[in-house]
Nanobody
Framework: QVQLVESGGGLVQAGDSLTLSCVAS????????LAWFRQPPGKEREFVAS???????TYADSVKGRFTASRDSAENTLYLQMNSLKPEDTAVYYC??????????WGTGTLVTVSS
């Protein structure tokens, strides 16, 4: 059974940095696409960033230039380095693993709150 556990969320001030981690268990992350999504209070879940097995990344326009996704296959871990945080980055952040056959797995989320 695949499990994803996020960590690293918390309360920070605008302009601060934070790094989120997502550890996968139950299968290797090799061969998968990994992604971060977020759900701001009262809003729908939205895409933040994705990273393929080769390291190629895609970002939402709202975080481009501020957030960096990375992966460590040896540690079976996905990271999200978040810099220059803004109050509008406040959300529950979820990691997602997409298997080669298209099956998605989700973590339970970690809350990031950015105060102004």
């Amino acid at each position: 059974q695949v499990q994803l556990v996020e960590s690293g969320g918390g309360l920070v001030q605008a302009g601060d940095s934070l790094t989120l981690s997502c550890v996968a268990s139950g299968r290797t992350v090799s061969g998968t696409t990994l992604a971060w999504f977020r759900q701001p209070p009262g809003k729908e879940r939205e895409f933040v960033a994705s990273i393929g097995e080769s390291g190629g990344t895609t970002y939402a326009d709202s975080v481009k230039g501020r957030f960096t996704a990375s992966r460590d296959s040896a540690e079976n871990t996905l990271y999200l380095q978040m810099n220059s945080l803004k109050p509008e980055d406040t959300a529950v952040y979820y990691c997602m693993l997409l298997t080669p056959d298209g099956t998605p797995y989700w973590g339970t989320g970690t809350l990031v709150t950015v105060s102004s």
